[in-house]
């Protein structure tokens, strides 16, 4: 549908909302520019790509930049320069999310830089922007005549057993299942997904309803680009020189093979491998010194890639004599920090992942303050990839894109066994440090994970495996791999992360160096990791076989107490005052939230439950009729005032001292003395009228009523009233209006 002569738009019905392209109206200079509309949700894409190619690079020069504007949710940002800063953990996700299908579509050799910027101007806090923000790049970049094909997208989800293309924030949360299926129209090229123990079988099927819907939004994007592509001159595609290819590979093949297989094993295939390129260039120099470093390397790839692929389609070898099924060896240790709350160390071949668990309290939750709304995080896992894990040199900085996604990955796969708050409390924190790696090192994290988790006594719901799926394909043939290692990846088709426990999926990745993959190369893929994830499962459990019964002495103990919520204002005290007494006295680090619920947190035992004590006596209510076993407080010469609960008091009358007469009260008990009272009376005022004489009556003795057998209540009223105002917990402090050391005369 075209509105003008400029404008096109395009829509068609995807689940429940309409999805609308539209290009013309904004953004005009850009090589191209698409309002992609979802719902409420719009996101502003467009495609820049350089005229010149960039010199001196063998790689794809793309960036995604995914960039939230919290305006399009109505709401204005916090800080003091009250504007956005860097990009979101949620941003950064969304820009690899939608990198990753556009970037294996470009062909080896373009070097022309290409920029994508997706804006999200509207948010309609129900529907994800990051599949409007993956079509809406595909086709930027079709208006642009970037040399690709077109990339559809859907999000599916899973609720009572029913798929549902595109489904909102509560949709998700309600289902078992998140899955981004990208796919072009040969196949699926992109997936991402989070799941709650999902069966292969239901898993093939949403990949399935994932790419039919997915090809619906090609259907689109190709009716909104026809006609509107930007006329340009064909785009330089760098190749490899052929000649100089075949003197570097009469020269080098061999001893090349031999570095490779090194290297394979990482020990020193890499130094040899640069020395023999410098042998190499000083061979082949040509006159005036034409011929680069850069050139012979991209040779010696070309040669290196060649012979892996060859040998494992055709000979079903692989680098390190393993067949295309097995595993490599795998070690499992727990407990290998001392004053960790929990840490696990899993090795499998050269990749190494050193796991840390740390328990917190409620103070400890991470705030996401996000476009769809603010909300608190209680479990994280963050991972850590630092050069000397590949023997390199570099800045050490702080987590890139690459870290985060891992993180992300791994956090996903996890995240679906942790327990619920009612069941264990803590905040949780996952800190993987990877210490070598060769090869799926986020599988790696998410074995560690398992491990330090159980050994810190995380109830979880059952353990998570991990491995990594490649894929070596020519034409119709095809070998999948399990458990890849670095060379395997870097010159394979794809890399396919599958996580889940003994009963299903949690996690999947998939991200492909071809134009697509038919879903049934998918599903043996699937069932070939199922038997891997077993095995790998198995190994950690000889190491620890369920989770701790017990938590680290060094991780705080939690308690849960159930308070009315009439009584929170109590708790907390007037400006806290309350609390930050209770907290002062006992050490405890104490959460209360809204219902009622009460955290109660220490390292200390003794401090916990005399902070639990606290609580109870203070927002409990007294019963009449029930023996207390309190202290005296305060003496009066009408009485003395008992707590029976911490902070909570009530007023024995002289004359409920002692069945005998008492001619003053400080003859009966003295400060700090223990007494057994009962409560006989709360009036309607809530002050507690207390009797030690009745006490010590026989069990099951109804409480006299003291209205009559008191006498003298005007001087006593006014003197409780006046003590009461002034000593904090039970009376003026909590508003009750019981005023003053003015009537206490």
């Not at 101007?121 to 079509?135: K, V």
């Not at 093979?257 to 394979?264: D, G, N, T, V």
């Not at 020519?474 to 399990?482: D, H, M």
């Amino acid at each position: 549908m075209t509105t003008d002569s400029n404008t096109r738009r395009v829509q068609t019905r995807l689940g429940k909302e309409d999805l609308v392209l539209e290009t013309g109206r904004m953004a005009k200079q850009a090589d191209g520019s698409v309002m992609v509309q979802y719902g409420g949700t719009v996101v502003l894409v467009s495609a820049v790509i350089s005229k010149e190619p960039k010199a001196g690079v063998d790689f794809l020069p793309l960036t995604v930049e995914f960039q939230e504007k919290t305006y399009a949710a109505g709401r204005i940002p916090g800080g003091f320069f009250k504007r956005e800063g860097r990009p979101s953990e949620k941003g950064i996700l969304t820009s690899r999310l939608v990198d990753r299908p556009i970037r294996s579509l470009f062909p080896k050799g373009f070097t022309n830089e290409v920029q994508v910027i997706a804006l999200v101007l509207s948010h309609d806090g129900q529907n994800d922007p990051d599949i409007a923000g993956i079509l809406g790049a595909s086709a930027a970049l079709g208006l642009a005549s970037a040399p690709i094909g077109r990339v559809g997208a859907c999000r599916v989800g899973r609720v009572n057993g029913q798929f549902i293309v595109n489904p909102t924030y509560a949709e998700i949360e309600q289902g078992d299942l998140d899955l981004v299926v990208a796919s072009t129209t040969d196949g699926i090229i992109m997936v991402e997904s989070g799941a709650k123990e999902v069966s292969e079988e239901v898993m093939v099927e949403a990949l399935r309803f994932g790419q039919e819907q997915g090809l619906k939004t090609i259907t689109l994007q190709e009716e909104l680009i026809s006609g509107r592509a930007k006329v340009r001159e064909p785009f330089p595609i760098h190749g490899t020189d052929k000649d100089l290819l075949e003197k570097v590979r009469k020269l080098a093949e061999p001893k090349l093979i031999e570095a490779l297989k090194a290297r394979s094993e990482k020990e020193g295939g890499d130094s040899g491998k640069k020395s023999l390129i410098a042998d190499v260039l000083a061979q082949v120099q040509t006159p005036g010194g034409t011929v680069t470093e850069l050139q012979v390397a991209e040779a010696f790839s070309v040669i290196e890639k060649a012979w892996i692929r060859k040998t494992t389609l055709e000979k079903g070898q692989r680098m390190d004599g393993r067949g295309k099924a097995d595993v490599r060896s795998i070690s499992c240790e727990v407990g290998v920090l001392p004053r960790t709350h929990g840490s696990g160390l899993f090795t499998r071949g050269q990749t190494q992942a050193l796991v840390s668990a740390t328990l917190g309290t409620g103070s400890d939750e991470q705030i996401i303050d996000a476009l769809q709304g603010k909300w608190y995080k209680s479990f994280m896992l963050h991972y850590n990839f630092p050069p000397f894990s590949v023997g390199e040199v570099r800045p050490l900085r702080g987590a890139g894109r690459r870290e985060i996604g891992h993180g992300a990955l791994a956090e996903k796969a996890v995240w679906a066994v942790m327990p619920a708050k009612e069941e264990f409390p803590y905040t949780v924190r996952v800190v993987s440090e990877i210490l070598e790696s060769n090869g799926s090192s986020s599988m790696a994290t998410v074995c560690g994970a398992t491990l330090a988790l159980m050994d810190a006594g995380v109830p979880i719901k059952a353990p998570v495996s991990g491995i990594a799926m490649g894929l070596v394909k020519e034409g119709s043939k095809y070998v999948i791999l399990t458990d890849i290692i670095g060379l395997e990846d870097h010159y394979g088709d794809m890399d396919f992360k599958v996580a889940g426990t003994a009963k299903g999926i949690t996690a999947l990745q998939l991200d492909l160096k071809l134009t697509g993959v038919p879903l049934e190369l998918l599903a043996d893929a699937l069932l070939q990791a199922k038997p891997a994830r077993a095995h790998v499962l198995a190994k950690m459990l000889e190491s620890i076989a369920s989770p701790r019964t017990e938590l680290s002495p060094y991780a705080p103990r939690i308690t849960l107490i159930k308070i009315n919520p009439e009584k929170i204002g109590e708790l907390i005290g007037p400006g806290g005052k309350t609390i930050r007494r209770i907290t002062a006295e006992t050490g405890a680090t104490i959460d209360v939230e809204d219902d009622g619920t009460v955290k109660v947190a220490s390292t200390d035992a003794v401090g916990a439950q005399k902070a639990v004590d606290f609580i109870r006596g203070l927002t409990q209510e007294a019963e009449v009729g029930k023996i207390y076993q309190g202290i005296v407080k305060r003496i009066t010469n009408f009485g003395a005032f008992i707590e029976i609960a911490p902070g909570k008091e009530g007023l024995c009358h002289v004359s409920e001292l002692s069945d005998q007469f008492v001619p003053k009260v400080e003859e009966a008990v003295k400060l700090g003395d223990p007494i057994a009272v009962k409560v006989v009376e709360i009036d309607s005022m809530g002050r507690i009228n207390l009797s030690h004489k009745q006490a010590l009556l026989p069990e099951g003795t109804p409480p006299i009523p003291p209205t009559k057998r008191m006498g003298g209540g005007g001087d006593r009223d006014r003197g409780r009233g006046g003590d009461r105002g002034g000593r904090g917990f039970g009376g003026g402090d909590r508003g009750r209006g019981r005023a003053g050391t003015a009537q206490e005369g």
